[in-house]
């Protein structure tokens, strides 16, 4: 047991998630409307964190996603199985016009005063066409699973996603894996559908189901209604003892939840950043060190941080050492471009204990 999670000791893969693969345009510093060439970084939320704990911790994950039969979907495909993740697909064809769609992420990086702008192409998407059934759990399942991961953007997606989430989730648990689900709460896909969803009744059906939750002030605002800071004020590091009620609230409201938390970020500018992170376990709390980032991209940090955490308690390592674990590698994320890690173990386990950027000869 790691810090009262029942995480089973063996099992074929390590981490199992359940999300959307997207593939995300950034043309950089410079803004869309005067771009003329762009990087494309495979994402998701979900199969972020599969990617990191793959291709830097080396262990053993899958996503079960969806895939269309596109030249889009090789590019994806391509990039799911170079970072070391087993796929298991729903697929689809393209009818060479219309779709189904691997879904585009507009992104710029921004420059100092001014700020990232993202938006969405998610017409057609694969991913929204997912729903119960799709998937052979008992197969994916069988020889074991540790932990299991979905998230708030994947459930946005259609009135179907969430039914497949707690589907998957029901399955995860039966077999004894631990379930960890981020909120990531993203408002122009909940406003999106043409008949909008009520998040907050979507997501108080799939968290009575979750040992782990991810989720900072807004995310538990908007998503679960726990009252806290203005949700529209610009990010601070003030006393975390307001988000720490926040996460106790939470516990109170759904017993079943384990472990709360989060990553704490001030935006001095777009690339200069305070970073911390902080996480509620039976009945502790534990915050990691402040320090400034020099940030190169910021997407995927948060995942980075999730990744991190979930290394070190799949590893038994402490919660402090967990959470610290996943405070350097959040960190080290945002140096690379792209949104999953090209960071290694030892880069991360020195910054936990607080080493220097030092070049390495």
Request: net charge neutral.
């Amino acid at each position: 047991m790691s810090e009262g999670l029942k995480i089973r000791r063996d099992g074929a893969f390590d981490f199992l998630a359940l999300g959307a693969l997207v593939h995300r345009l950034d043309p950089g510093v410079t803004p869309f409307r005067k771009a003329t060439q762009c990087a494309i970084h495979v994402s998701g939320g979900e199969f972020n964190c599969a990617a990191n704990l793959a291709d830097c911790f080396k262990m053993r994950t899958a996503i079960a996603s969806a895939m269309v039969d596109y030249p889009i979907g090789d590019l994806i495909d391509e990039r799911v199985r170079a970072m070391g993740v087993t796929p298991f697909y729903k697929r689809f064809q393209h009818d060479g016009a219309r779709g189904p769609n691997m879904a585009a992420v507009y992104s710029d990086r921004g420059y100092g005063i001014r700020g990232p702008v993202v938006f969405y192409n998610r017409s057609n998407e694969a991913a929204a066409l997912l729903k119960p059934g799709d998937f052979d759990w008992t197969t994916i399942f069988a020889n074991g699973v540790r932990w299991f991961h979905s998230g708030g953007i994947f459930a946005s997606l259609s009135d179907a996603a969430p039914d497949l989430i707690i589907e998957a989730m029901q399955a995860a648990k039966s077999q004894g894996a631990v379930i960890s689900f981020d909120l990531n709460y993203r408002d122009k896909l909940w406003k999106s559908a043409g008949h909008p969803r009520d998040v907050r009744s979507v997501m108080k059906r799939i968290v009575p189901h979750v040992d782990v939750l991810l989720a900072n002030e807004e995310d538990l605002q908007r998503s679960l209604g726990i009252p806290g800071p203005d949700a529209d004020a610009a990010p601070s590091l003030g006393p975390p003892d307001v988000f720490f009620g926040m996460m106790e609230r939470v516990v109170a409201e759904y017993p079943h939840v384990t472990m709360v938390a989060t990553t704490l970020r001030e935006v001095i500018t777009a690339e200069r950043h305070r970073w911390t992170a902080a996480v509620w376990g039976q009945g502790r709390r534990h915050i990691a060190p402040v320090r400034e980032l020099d940030v190169y991209d910021r997407v995927g940090g948060g995942d980075g941080f999730a990744s991190g955490l979930f290394y070190g308690l799949l590893c038994g390592e402490t919660l402090e050492e967990s959470v610290k674990l996943g405070w350097a590698h959040g960190a080290l994320l945002t140096t690379f471009p792209g949104d999953t890690t090209m960071a290694t173990l030892d880069q991360v386990k020195a910054l936990a204990k607080g080493g220097p950027a030092r070049i390495q000869r």
